[in-house]
C-alpha cells in the first residue's frame, strides 16, 4: 500500500507565495504520476498540476505561470511551488500518485490565500 504525507499549507497574503510538499512511501513499482488536485466545500475535486516520472508537467489554466511542479525521484516526492497567489487559489490541496493504474491520495492540506 502507498502512504502520502504533505506538508506546506497555511495562510499567505495575495501576491504572496507558498510551497507544498508531498512524500509517497509503501510498495511502489513500475512508472508512476504525481500531482496536486484541490477542492473547495461544495465543489468537485480538481486537476492543479502532474508531472510524469519522465518529467512532463501538465497545468490547470487557472495555475499556468504562476504553479511550478517539481518531483525527485530518488525520493517518490513531489513540490507545488504557488507564486502570485489569489484569494480564488484557496482550497485544500491534495496530492496524488498514480501508478499501476491505482490512484492514492494524501489527507489534504488547506491553503488559504487572504485578500
Known amino acids: 500500500q502507498v502512504q502520502l504525507v504533505e506538508s506546506g499549507g497555511g495562510l499567505v497574503q495575495a501576491g504572496g507565495s507558498l510551497r507544498l510538499s508531498c512524500a509517497a512511501s509503501?510498495?511502489?513499482?513500475?512508472?508512476?504520476?504525481m500531482g496536486w488536485y484541490r477542492q473547495v466545500p461544495g465543489k468537485q475535486r480538481e486537476l492543479v498540476t502532474t508531472i510524469t516520472s519522465g518529467g512532463t508537467t501538465n497545468y490547470a489554466d487557472a495555475v499556468k505561470g504562476r504553479f511550478t511542479i517539481s518531483r525527485d525521484n530518488a525520493k517518490n516526492t513531489v513540490y507545488l511551488q504557488m507564486n502570485s497567489l489569489k484569494p480564488e487559489d484557496t482550497a485544500v490541496y491534495y496530492c496524488?500518485?498514480?501508478?499501476?493504474?491505482?490512484?492514492?491520495w494524501g489527507q489534504g492540506t488547506q491553503v488559504t490565500v487572504s485578500s
Open positions: 496524488n500518485v498514480y501508478v499501476l493504474g491505482l490512484n492514492y
Open positions: 509503501g510498495s511502489i513499482f513500475g512508472m508512476k504520476t
